[in-house]
């Protein structure tokens, strides 16, 4: 396995390989967020595991916001979705 492909969760702090993350990222020229953006999109990036606990703690004190600087009005409930949908 090769290091660079490896990502870390802004809550738990565990390193995975970055598909196994859900990713968030802010727009770099609008400040709009997206979840799993596809290669063509580009700017700010954080990651959190595909898991509840860290879906939840990334949203408690505004920590997403704060990382990504930005006051999306990104839900906790848009990230569960992606949950759900890679369970399938
Ligand atoms: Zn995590």
Redesign the pocket.
Known sequence: MTQKNLRK?I??G?IKPREDMIRIMKEHSTNVIFTNPNSKTFGRSVY??Y?LS?IEQAFKKNRLNKVLKTNSNLEKTDLIKLLQDRKG
Do not use: K, M, V
């Open positions: 969760c809550s738990c565990e959190l595991c898991n860290c």
